[in-house]
């Protein structure tokens, strides 16, 4: 008796907070899955709505989705649990919004920045809505600096700008989450964005205290939205953590973004699409899934001061990265990707970049002549042993036959050593080039 009171009295406070929406209530009529249906209530798609449950955890948020048969269609952003037929369902008449500030650098937050590293609220003093349209084109600027990771095969071969969005594709175990806290740590930006949605629990952890670290994270942001979490949140997560990135880019700052995983995100959205009775298409993935992609991934880029440098992992099913249709409807969106090789990874090495399956497509714009025609040889080197070491590795080549494939040879194993990097080692981009200059044999 006394926590249904407690559940009243929390109502009371929610009918109180949103005085707009005295008289305007409506009733769960049914809950299927993680749809709940609702009648004598308007809203608008995108909207908040209160709905009242019998949980000692009081009313919970839910977002308007859609509708159907006059009745509205809502997802809650927590658990389901305690939710009844008659519950009362108070509208908002307000899209989901979040605080923002300076106050958000050093700390973990969830999928609607509730504080999640037992530090106390966050009282950031700005708010932004989480559903942002893109820059207008003309008004970004042309990406014309280097955004250093510390990488050097990224540095020299793969190179990244400022307002570049990149993905990591790779199977599971390969090695991305790896990559995307060497990137974190090393990176040339202001401020780090670092959406892990739909991760596993202890995943979390590990990726702030030994991955990212300490000094990385002082001037980082984490949004985590984990696997067990409401497919709405992990999508709303990954729109705050890009509404985040997008206010410190209209403060001037060079943001990078990382989000791990751009697949969990599509996931998350196709549950909501079939749950709402969106048609399956490719590989079950629902219409919204392909609409919504390109709606998250060009929010990054520069703006009219700053630059949101994104860099998305993308889990490839069966390494075969031209098999889904996720990884090609990404691909043909960013502006280069960085596949990893399991092939290197189960040999030991790391970063287990294959260097032919990865383009940077802005990468001949930012290096200078020089740069550029030390890449084109090492690439040439590259491809010239990948096309005969099945007879190297036989025995079936005799050295002299082929002065292209000896020079192959001799080089492609000093740039694999040279190449493989510890996560704690940074490589200024400076010392890379004087580096890879020395061992081809430039100075």
């Known amino acids: 008796m006394e926590n249904k009171i407690k559940n009243r009295f929390k109502d009371f406070q929610v009918l109180i907070r949103g005085s707009n929406i005295i008289g305007a209530v409506g009733q769960v009529i049914s809950s299927v899955g993680i749809v709940i249906e609702v009648e004598g209530l308007k809203s608008s798609v995108g909207d908040i709505c209160w709905i009242e449950t019998e949980a000692e955890s009081g009313p919970i948020r839910g977002e308007v989705v859609g509708f159907r048969d006059n009745k509205l269609l809502l997802m809650p952003l927590g658990k389901v649990t305690g939710i009844g037929e008659g519950n009362h369902v108070y509208p908002t008449e307000e899209p989901l919004s979040i605080q923002v500030g300076e106050e958000l650098l050093g700390r973990v937050v969830g999928g609607t ?100 670290g300490p000094n990385g994270l002082k001037k980082s942001v984490v949004v985590a939205v984990t696997s067990d979490r409401s497919p709405v949140m992990r999508v709303k997560g990954a729109e705050t953590a890009m509404a985040i990135a997008e206010y410190f880019r209209d403060k001037g700052r060079d943001v990078l973004f990382i989000m791990d995983s751009i697949t969990r995100y599509a996931m998350a959205q196709r549950e909501i699409g079939l749950a709402v009775g969106e048609p399956p298409t490719a590989r079950g993935y629902t219409p919204s899934v392909f609409a919504k992609l390109p709606s998250l991934l060009e929010r990054a880029g520069n703006g009219a001061n700053g630059s949101i ?54 990468a001949p714009e930012l290096l200078n002549d020089a740069q550029k025609a030390r890449r084109d040889r090492i690439l040439r080197w590259y491809a010239t042993y990948r096309d005969s070491e099945d007879l190297i590795n036989m025995g079936a080549y005799e050295k002299g036959n082929n002065p292209q494939i000896d020079e192959s040879i001799d080089q492609y194993g000093r740039l694999m050593e040279y190449f493989r990097q510890d996560i704690k080692e940074s490589s200024p981009m400076h010392r890379t080039e004087s580096e890879l200059a020395e061992l081809v044999g430039e100075n």
């Open 309 to 362: 440098t994104g860099i998305y992992s993308v889990l490839v099913e069966g390494d075969d990265i031209s098999a889904d249709p996720l990884t090609d409807a990404v691909r043909a969106i960013l502006d280069g990707h960085i596949v990893l090789s399991r092939k290197l990874a189960n040999a030991g090495y790391y970063p287990a970049i294959d260097i032919l399956q990865s383009i940077s497509r802005l």
């Open 113 to 212: 920045g509730e504080p999640q590293d037992n530090l106390g609220p966050v009282s950031a003093s700005d708010r932004v809505l989480l559903s942002n349209l893109a820059p207008m084109p003309l008004e970004r600027k042309p990406i014309k600096r280097i955004l250093e990771t510390g990488v050097k095969v990224i540095d020299s071969t793969l190179t990244c700008g400022k307002g570049q969005r990149m993905g990591i594709f790779a199977g599971s175990g390969i090695g991305k989450s790896i990559l995307l806290g060497m990137i974190c740590k090393n990176a040339t930006s202001d401020v780090n964005v670092i959406a892990l949605i739909g991760e596993r629990g202890r995943e979390v952890r590990e990726f702030v205290e030994n991955i990212l």
